[in-house]
């Protein structure tokens, strides 16, 4: 970014793509749950479009209002899933608490897909690295800390955060992801 913009302006901007990754992710994740109703294994019988239509319309106010709960109350287990993980995902994000990721049935959404932007976005911004302990996945605990100095570098705008990597060759990769975002 250019030298004469205001520190302040510049962690503006850098928030506001943060937010549009997230949002996208969001969306991708809602698009994703129901495209993926339609070839889901668990699915009961083949619906008629007027019953999707009816089983949209009774899960919609309950994904809005955030009731888990009510979910419970939907009869088809493909929509009850649907409703859950809209939910959990909306939760998670808008809190950055992962541990609403583990409501996802991780038949529709997989609990990793939920937790790793959470946890990127959350150790970029609080510079904390053990942020990447949140998760018990061990893999992504690994990949949270393998990006955590480039995440910081990016959120940062400085690529000398970099030389904090003790790892040379983790270092350099920093130092080449900066410089290619």
Not at 78 to 89: E, G, K, P, S, T
Not at 142 to 147: K, M, T, V, Y
């Amino acid at each position: 970014m250019d030298a004469t913009i205001p520190e302040s302006a510049k962690k503006a901007v850098l928030l506001k793509r943060a937010l549009y990754i997230v949002s996208a992710l969001v969306i991708g994740s809602v698009a994703f749950v129901v495209l993926r109703n339609f070839w889901h294994p668990s699915a009961q019988t083949a619906l008629t479009p007027a019953q999707e239509l009816a089983l949209q319309e009774q899960i919609a106010p309950l994904i809005k209002a955030g009731d888990m709960a009510a979910c419970n109350q939907v009869q088809n287990a493909l929509y009850r899933a649907v409703c859950i993980d809209n939910i959990a995902m909306s939760k998670a994000q808008q809190t950055q608490d992962i541990s609403w990721c583990q409501y996802l049935d991780s038949n529709l959404v997989s609990i990793e897909s939920c937790e790793q932007p959470i946890l990127f976005a959350k150790a970029a911004q609080t510079g904390d690295e053990t942020v990447c302990s949140e998760t018990q996945d061990k893999t992504l605990q690994d990949e949270c800390r393998s990006n955590f100095f480039i995440l910081l570098a990016s959120k940062e705008q400085n690529p000398n955060i970099c030389d904090r990597q003790t790892d040379p060759t983790k270092a350099d990769q920093c130092w080449n992801e900066f410089y290619v975002r």
